[in-house]
Each structure stands twice: as structure tokens, then as C-alpha cells.
């Protein structure tokens, strides 16, 4: 494995975690019976998902990046394809999120046995009443972080911060 993780969103993608649409999907069923829930626009057709997700993977793949995929977890659904929002990435390790959406609330807690098995550091956690979801923040530069407040993320999650 090379790099623990990084804070930026514009530097080339050395280290990147997947969970493929097998894993998170599973099948045309268990997509239909989710995906009104969780409030898509549309519903997902299976094998076009797969589809984009393995010209995606491709994409990484030509580009040299190390994948490292999430296994399938029973308390996880279709949205944990967004490996991005149960986590929150910086240079030293992980921050796992407190999920605003009830039905991702099993995501981090599914992606820490992984992290500990692949040495990646989990540094600490969002605590109820806090929410954070790694979809609202976004690194600026190296130092830089911000993080909008909305329905998946609350104000809470920015106490401990110290500032907002």
C-alpha cells in the first residue's frame, strides 16, 4: 500500500477505496426495493450501473492508482457505493462520519475492520447528536477544509472543531 490518505482534491489519485455496485447493489432487486427510499431521482438499472462503474475502475486503473475495495456489509446498502461519505481522509489517517441519512448509519463502522486490516489509522469519530457526512467537506489546499451544514451534516459536528 502506498500512501495513508491526503488532503487534497486535485492532487493525481495515488491510494483510492471503492465499493463496487456487486457489493453495495447486489442485484436488480435489492436496488428496487431501496432506491425510492433513499430519495433517487430515478431508479437504477443493474447492469448499467456496473457498466460506468467498471469504465470507471478502468479509468483509475490506466491512471496508476492502488484500488482497495470494501467488502459487502450487512448494515450498508445501495449508498455505500460513496465511499467517500463515511469518511473523512487527511494526510495522518481517518475520521469516520456520523451518517445524517438513517439508512447509511452502518458505513463506518462496516469500513473500520478494513481500515485496521489495511493499516490505514482510524484518528477519531463524529458523535451523535453530531452528523457529518464526508460528501459535504471538501479540502481547499493541504490546510485548508470546509464543510457545508445541511441535512446530513449539523452544526454539532463542528463543535468539538472549535470554530465553524
Same mark, same amino acid.
Given at each position: 500500500?502506498?500512501?495513508?490518505?491526503?488532503?487534497?482534491?486535485v492532487?493525481p489519485?495515488?491510494?483510492?477505496?471503492?465499493?463496487?455496485?456487486?457489493?453495495?447493489?447486489?442485484?436488480?432487486?435489492?436496488?428496487?426495493?431501496?432506491?425510492?427510499?433513499?430519495?433517487?431521482?430515478?431508479?437504477?438499472?443493474?447492469?448499467?450501473?456496473?457498466?460506468?462503474?467498471?469504465?470507471?475502475?478502468?479509468?483509475?486503473?490506466?491512471?496508476?492508482?492502488?484500488?482497495?475495495?470494501?467488502?459487502?456489509?450487512?448494515?450498508?446498502?445501495?449508498?455505500?457505493?460513496?465511499?467517500?461519505?463515511?469518511?473523512? #481522509?487527511?494526510?495522518?489517517?481517518?475520521?469516520l462520519?456520523?451518517? *445524517?441519512?438513517?439508512? +447509511? &448509519?452502518?458505513?463506518? @463502522?462496516? !469500513?473500520?475492520?478494513?481500515?485496521?486490516?489495511?493499516?490505514?489509522?482510524?484518528?477519531?469519530?463524529?458523535?451523535?447528536?453530531?452528523?457529518?457526512?464526508?460528501?459535504? #467537506?471538501?479540502?481547499?489546499?493541504?490546510?485548508?477544509?470546509?464543510? *457545508?451544514?445541511?441535512? +446530513? &451534516?449539523?452544526?454539532? @459536528?463542528? !463543535?468539538?472543531?472549535?470554530?465553524?
Amino acid at each position: 500500500m502506498s500512501a495513508v490518505g491526503c488532503q487534497s482534491m486535485v492532487d493525481p489519485i495515488q491510494l483510492c477505496l471503492l465499493k463496487s455496485p456487486r457489493q453495495a447493489h447486489g442485484s436488480q432487486a435489492a436496488v428496487d426495493a431501496q432506491w425510492q427510499d433513499l430519495h433517487y431521482l430515478g431508479r437504477p438499472e443493474y447492469t448499467e450501473v456496473l457498466a460506468e462503474y467498471d469504465g470507471f475502475v478502468s479509468l483509475l486503473s490506466q491512471h496508476g492508482a492502488e484500488l482497495l475495495y470494501l467488502p459487502t456489509a450487512a448494515d450498508t446498502g445501495l449508498d455505500s457505493i460513496y465511499t467517500h461519505d463515511p469518511l473523512v #481522509v487527511t494526510n495522518r489517517g481517518v475520521i469516520l462520519c456520523n451518517m *445524517g441519512k438513517a439508512q +447509511r &448509519t452502518g458505513e463506518p @463502522a462496516a !469500513a473500520t475492520a478494513f481500515l485496521a486490516a489495511h493499516g490505514i489509522p482510524i484518528l477519531g469519530e463524529i458523535r451523535s447528536p453530531g452528523t457529518l457526512e464526508g460528501g459535504d #467537506v471538501c479540502w481547499l489546499d493541504a490546510r485548508t477544509v470546509a464543510a *457545508g451544514e445541511g441535512y +446530513r &451534516t449539523n452544526a454539532e @459536528a463542528f !463543535a468539538s472543531c472549535g470554530n465553524r
